[in-house]
């Protein structure tokens, strides 16, 4: 009776108490912009459904778009759906994607659902040049100098106790690449390490950390004047290139009564420890009966490798000098012409002892054939005293050459400035003509004027004389005083213009005559 009445309750419970059924929900995402030439995706979530029938599409600045189902998740009947579509934007303006249709609940409950979402496009960004940090620092330690985003080297002092170190690096461009920063291994001496920017159009710049793992206690040791340190880390001492490195093995041996690390090769008979100089710069040195002998000096370039030796006698014209290759100094032997440096050594493959030259620029090394050389000097002093011969004969040919051809400038010259003379003195004579036959001319108008005045004159002379004859008759009738100078008048005018001509002749005839005078001294001359 009692399980009948608790059916009963839970039957009458299940009517009352509503059971929880979740609706169905939809939405659409997506970026608010895309740069346009550039793909954008619009999702549509579909949450709590049991079946759907949707479209979703995109519109606009497009030049098409792609439907895609994404995915779902859920159990039972409330699942939740992902649909997709992408589009790829072709113009500045809008795209809007849409979705549209109907969705059932687990409740059996159908709706229809629609929504939009309205993408902008936008004009593509300018790549950025920026490759510079924007911070720089080994973790626990003080850069040298202070870092700036133009300063590309610096320095960092580290305790020998220290076997890694942590660089920090910060670009000052999101766009910018960053390669070099983080956890790095270090050992005895320098260690260099190069972090890289590179900007979003390929631009590059590194900056160097010189990391100097310093010796606390550090043992000296003086050879040949210099002072050095024992290298006391194994890991800092590396097998040389070209030295076959399966043939050593790491070891210790005892120098003045302390142990430090070694590389031996009991096959080659080989035995290094390390140095380092004040520049803390690590160099191997032979290990000979218990004693540091030599520096061992080897250099590889393009598959030669050649072991530095002394050699029995130095080639003429060169002098032992040092020279810098990476960051290490070299003996060798160089003369005035600096590019090449001239080194003796054992070649590693063959063993044979030989000049070998290197090339400074180049950077590269190969054999060098003292006989072959010398011929070809013998040859090249023959050929420089041949062109010094055919030198000299030319500069004398040149120089008769030149004095030839000023002489003949120079009577040219004379010849010129004479006939320049003869130029001007007949132009001097034309315009000594021209003068003459105008003084002529005057002179002519004056005797004209001459015989034109004496015509004039007589005439006059006639006018008066008959003047004076009818004066006579007409002073018998005129007795008044005014009359006859009323009558007098016309005389005096007369005389007066008279006077005037005759004084206007004579100065033409003494300018003319003065003129002609003038032009037969210069003639004369």
């Excluded at 549209?100 to 936008?122: M, Q, R």
């Amino acid at each position: 009776m009692k399980r009948i009445n608790r059916v009963l309750m839970i039957m009458v419970l299940s009517f009352i108490i509503p059971i929880n059924v979740k609706a169905a929900t939809t939405y659409i995402s997506a970026n608010d912009t895309v740069v346009n030439g550039n793909e954008v995706k619009a999702t549509v979530t579909l949450k709590d459904v049991a079946a759907w029938d949707i479209r979703i599409s995109g519109d606009g600045s497009t030049n098409g778009c792609s439907t895609h189902e994404v995915g779902d998740s859920g159990n039972g009947n409330n699942t939740t759906k992902y649909f997709s579509v992408t589009c790829r934007a072709n113009s500045l303006g809008t795209i809007t994607f849409s979705y549209n249709g109907d969705v059932t609940s687990s409740d059996g409950k159908n709706t229809k659902v629609s929504g939009s979402k309205k993408v902008t496009v936008v004009k593509p960004r300018e790549k950025s040049n920026n490759n510079n940090l924007k911070s720089l620092s080994v973790e626990g330690y003080t850069l040298t100098p202070e870092f700036s985003k133009d300063t590309l080297e610096y320095n960092v002092e580290v305790t020998d106790d220290k076997e890694t170190i942590k660089i920090n690096a910060e670009r000052e461009d999101g766009y910018s690449s960053l390669e070099g920063d983080g956890e790095k291994e270090v050992a005895e001496g320098i260690n260099k390490f190069e972090v890289k920017v590179t900007s979003e159009t390929g631009k590059e710049k590194v900056y160097t950390l010189n990391i100097n793992v310093k010796d606390a206690n550090p043992i000296e040791k003086k050879i040949n004047g210099d002072t050095y340190s024992l290298v006391k880390r194994s890991k800092t001492l590396v097998v040389p290139d070209g030295l076959d490195k399966e043939k050593f093995t790491s070891s210790t041996i005892t120098i003045d009564e302390t142990e430090i690390p070694a590389l031996v090769s009991e096959e080659l008979g080989l035995t290094f420890v390390g140095l380092k100089d004040k520049n803390d710069l690590i160099y191997l040195y032979k290990v000979e009966d218990g004693s540091i002998t030599t520096r061992y000096e080897l250099l590889t370039t393009k598959g030669l490798s050649v072991e530095f030796k002394e050699p029995k006698e130095v080639l003429d014209g060169y002098t032992k000098t040092t020279i810098k290759i990476g960051d290490k100094e070299y003996t060798v032997y160089q003369n005035d012409y600096k590019n090449y440096a001239l080194i003796y050594g054992t070649n590693i493959d063959t063993k044979e002892d030989n000049w070998y030259q290197y090339n400074i620029k180049e950077k590269s090394l190969q054999s060098y054939n003292k006989d072959l050389i010398d011929n070809m000097n013998k040859d090249f002093d023959k050929e420089i005293n041949t062109y010094k011969m055919l030198s000299f004969i030319g500069i004398g040919i040149s120089i008769v050459l030149l004095f030839i051809v000023i002489i003949l400038i120079i009577k040219l010259s004379k010849k010129k400035n004479k006939k320049d003379k003869f130029d001007i003195f007949d132009e001097e004579e034309k315009d000594n003509t021209k003068e003459l036959d105008k003084a002529e001319i005057i002179i002519n108008k004056v005797e004209l004027k001459k015989k034109e005045e004496k015509v004039e004159k007589k005439s006059k002379k006639k006018e008066t004389t008959n003047k004076k004859k009818e004066d006579k008759k007409q002073s018998q009738f005129l007795n008044t005083q005014d009359l006859k100078e009323i009558l007098e008048e016309p005389k005096k005018e007369e005389v007066k213009e008279v006077k005037k001509r005759k004084s206007k002749v004579i100065e033409d005839e003494e300018m003319a005559l003065d003129f002609l005078d003038e032009k037969r001294k210069k003639r004369r001359k």
